[in-house]
């Protein structure tokens, strides 16, 4: 909308903002309203009253508004060469014509009443004169005029007023507000409406793993539920807000809708600023002084009483024939005190210009401060309506093919899964059976213990009673090679023998079953990035600037700035709305514009501006300046002698990831059950015997799975379809395809030797496979087997709810409008690197069909995107 007002003309720039009336600039409203000699408002001439006599009791009679035929105002004084006692003077009369007044039924000036509106252009005086009242009329009358068009009438199409014409592109209509609100209310009816017919529908065809369903039928169930679902995703976004009835609007309509509720706030705020404009316009022409020709009227009146007290009354008239004289005595005045010698032109000339400043200062006080705060006030209304107004977003944008070619997929991962469960609880079989083995093996050994315990005392016994018995005939023995000490010592040795089992079944079972770390990756490391704090303020990212006058300033996560002021003030400045907010210390909020000219007044006397380039500028009482940029928290600051320091004050953020080096992660044991774990340190080996022939390793355990019942050759053949590498390596991974702890430092899974990629978790989203997510980027098959012992026995493993069902509400959506938005594509059950497993292209044609009949077969061909065309028997 074109503002053709003074940039600080807050009075114009509402009225044609809110009406688009173009009300022009007030500095011009008095170029086309100047005599020859350059007086605003007034044409005159001081010409001699020599036969006239003039004293206190006839004055009035002869000076004033209207007292004589020809002029408007008449203003007579005596000049008598200066100020003091004179013996001689003359009297001179001011003769004063009103330039653009309108006239009486008499052909008379006359001057505007109270709250008059008056239309005038251009028009030619007695003299010639060319003037034009149209810039006045317009910015005195017509912006009051549009204001009435818009409260009336509802819309300002085709408002004109003395030669100035809204534009349709630029008139307002409030109507357009209601019905803008009733086309979102059908359209929420709409929706409404056929999200339950497809709701029905979809009912209808079946679940989506319906036994009926065909390949190319279930894109069309597809393509029912994806509509159900974004029709009422539509409904839920147009959903109101709270449960209070609405206000009916002007014309009726009680809104429906969020967007209905927003636009009928939105009507409601503007044409309360419009009564707001119109209020002030009464005030200021409530006296009439809104005409700047009553105003001259009053500085004349004012003068002529000064005239009478100080000139007149302090002269004495004589005749001289048909002449007068006035002489003067110690209290005579000519020169007045604010305007000067009435005998020269200028004194006039600034008289005029009194009244302009008047009326101006009249128009910033009464029109322009209200506008302001108005303009504000609306400002802040529809700032708030913002998120009412959110562009609409539909949940499910996927097309048919990305759905076919997911339906082929999901065809495979079901097989594999369900391989993977039956291969996960025969390794849990095995594990359970191998840990009874393990308690047997350990109560044979305490037996075997106490076995050797008890040998080891009866042969003490026997041995001490032989010993005695042989006395001095085995006193050498004691001191050789062969005596009682070393078998002594040898029996020693032997009750070692049940310390070492001990020993070794206790390392070995206790680090073989029990050993397994995690790690507590759900430590709460607070960096302040956001949400607010206690007490309900903005919560900082940053140190805080003590500013000259002792208040503080501490840039938000938000980007906005709080300053707090040493008497308890508390300003919230928003520079992405220019709104500042300002809580006196008894709770008072008030706001004001960081976009007005000239700044925002803060309450210590600095002012702050909004610039450009969105830095915030603040200029304090004693010359300091200091200049923020809420977006880096950048700081420079100019010293009153010229000294520039700059600085940061967003540096908190930096600090608090500095600290997260210090922080030490802690590692739990895990009492899960580790099957990899009976390779470690060889201690279970080791105690049951020692040496490498006896250890018990991973791959020795998987003997029986290669050959045999159970084993690849058997029920798990099919195995090999999904995945070719060997059966073995799925516990070549730590702790069966957990991630090492090397793994977790480089960022790869399953032992890929690859950093991560867009697999993942929810919480290290970049951290690759990480264990059952398979290698991230790089197809890894040792990953992805990985990934079959990590899944849940218990989950489903025959419905086909890709995860992007299964988790509807936190899909990927799309802002429509053609703006995408960006979302990670990971899923917890799909391979990170490529549709199938190792790079096999499995389809539902390439298995075998056990429930399908002859007749089942596709009878027509495949369109474009390769998806089978039949609806499905």
């Given at each position: ?835 199938t497993q190792g790079g096999q292209a499995t389809q539902s044609g390439d298995r075998g069909r056990s429930s399908w009949v002859e007749e089942d077969e596709d009878v027509w061909g495949t369109d474009d995107g390769g998806a089978p065309a039949v609806i499905g028997r």
């Open positions: 909308m074109p503002i053709v007002s003074d940039a600080d003309d807050y009075w114009g720039k509402a009225v044609t903002l809110y009406t688009g009336y173009p009300v022009p600039s007030r500095k011009k409203v008095f170029d086309s309203l100047l005599s020859s000699e350059g007086f605003p408002l007034f044409r005159m001439d001081i010409s001699p009253l020599a036969s006239t006599e003039l004293t206190s009791s006839n004055f009035s009679v002869l000076v004033g508004w209207h007292t004589q035929e020809g002029e408007d105002y008449d203003l007579a004084f005596v000049h008598a060469g200066g100020d003091g006692k004179h013996d001689g003077g003359t009297l001179y009369q001011a003769n004063i014509v009103f330039i653009g007044v309108p006239v009486d039924g008499n052909g008379r000036a006359r001057l505007l009443d109270a709250g008059e509106l008056w239309s005038a252009g251009k028009f030619t005086g007695v003299l010639g004169n060319e003037w034009d009242l149209s810039l006045l009329s317009q910015y005195q009358s017509g912006s009051r005029a549009a204001i009435d068009q818009l409260r009336s009438g509802r819309t300002t199409r085709g408002f004109s007023y003395n030669g100035l014409t809204v534009l349709n592109a630029e008139a307002v209509d409030a109507d357009s507000f209601e019905r803008t609100a009733q086309a979102f209310d059908r359209g929420q009816k709409f929706f409404q409406d056929q999200a339950a017919v497809l709701k029905q529908w979809e009912t209808s065809l079946g679940s989506e793993n319906a036994a009926w369903r065909g390949q190319a039928a279930g894109l069309f169930w597809q393509l029912i539920h994806q509509l159900h679902r974004n029709y009422d995703g539509y409904v839920d976004q147009l959903a109101p807000e709270g449960t209070a009835a609405a206000e009916a609007m002007p014309g009726g309509h009680v809104p429906k809708s969020r967007f209905s509720q927003a636009l009928a706030t939105a009507e409601k705020a503007l044409m309360t600023e419009a009564k707001a404009l119109s209020d002030a316009w009464d005030a200021w022409a409530a006296d009439g002084r809104h005409d700047p020709h009553r105003i001259l009227m009053e500085i004349l009146d004012k003068v002529s009483v000064w005239v009478l007290e100080n000139n007149i009354k302090h002269t004495t008239v004589s005749s001289n024939g048909a002449a007068k004289n006035y002489a003067t005595n110690a209290g005579f005045k000519q020169v007045h005190p604010e305007y000067g010698d009435l005998h020269d032109m200028a004194s006039w000339k600034k008289m005029g210009e009194e009244a302009v400043k008047q009326w101006n200062d009249n128009v910033q006080t009464d029109l322009v401060t209200p506008a302001q705060t108005s303009l504000t006030n609306l400002k802040t209304a529809w700032s708030d309506l913002e998120d009412a107004f959110a562009e609409l977003r539909t949940k499910d944008t996927s097309t048919l093919s990305e759905n076919y070619a997911d339906d082929q997929r999901q065809i495979a991962e079901d097989q594999a899964n369900q391989q993977r469960n039956d291969l996960n609880n025969s390794l849990n079989n095995l594990g359970n059976g191998l840990g009874d083995g393990l308690d047997n093996l350990g109560d044979s050994l305490n037996n075997l213990g106490d076995g050797l315990g008890d040998g080891l005392d009866n042969l003490g016994d026997g041995l001490g009673n032989s010993l005695s018995n042989l006395g001095d005939g085995l006193g050498g023995l004691g001191d050789g090679p062969g005596g009682t000490s070393n078998l002594t010592d040898g029996l020693g040795d032997l009750s070692d023998l049940g310390n070492g089992l001990g020993d070794g079944l206790g390392d070995g079972l206790g680090d073989g079953l029990g050993d397994g770390t995690g790690t507590n990756l759900g430590a709460g490391l607070g960096l302040g990035l956001g949400g607010t704090t206690d007490d309900g303020n903005p919560a900082t990212k940053g140190s805080t600037l003590t500013n000259p006058d002792g208040s503080t300033t501490t840039l938000n996560a938000d980007g906005t700035l709080t300053t707090r002021y040493p008497d308890g003030t508390t300003q919230l400045l928003d520079p992405e709305t220019g709104i500042v907010t300002t809580t006196a210390p008894d709770g008072t909020k008030t706001t004001g514009d960081l976009t007005i000219p000239g700044g925002h007044l803060n309450p210590d006397g600095s002012t702050t501006t909004l610039n450009s380039d969105g830095t915030l500028t603040t200029t304090f009482p004693d010359g300091t300046k200091t200049t923020i940029d809420p977006e880096t928290g950048a700081l420079t600051t100019t010293a009153p002698d010229g000294t520039v320091t700059t600085g940061n004050i967003s540096t908190g953020l930096g600090d608090g990831l500095g600290d997260l080096a210090d922080h030490t992660v802690t590692p739990t044991t895990s009492s899960s059950f580790d099957l990899d774990d009976l390779t470690s340190s060889g201690n279970l080996g080791d105690g049951l015997g020692g040496g490498g022939s006896s250890a018990l390793t991973t791959s020795s355990l998987l003997d029986g799975l290669d050959t045999g019942a159970g084993g690849r050759d058997g029920d798990y053949a099919g195995y090999s379809d999904y995945d070719d590498g060997s059966t073995s390596d799925l516990l070549s991974a730590s702790a069966l395809g957990a991630p090492s702890s090397a793994s977790l430092a480089d960022g790869t899974a399953g032992g890929t030797g690859e950093a991560g990629g867009s697999g993942g978790t929810p919480l290290f989203p970049g951290m690759g496979g990480m264990g059952g997510m398979g290698g991230g980027g790089n197809n890894s098959n040792s990953g992805e087997r990985v990934r079959t012992v990590l899944t849940d026995a218990g989950g489903n493993t025959r419905g086909r709810s890709r995860a992007r069902r299964a988790t509807e509400d936190d899909e990927d959506v799309v802002v429509t409008r053609g703006r995408t938005a960006t979302t990670s594509t990971g899923s917890p059950y799909y391979p990170a690197g490529g549709g």
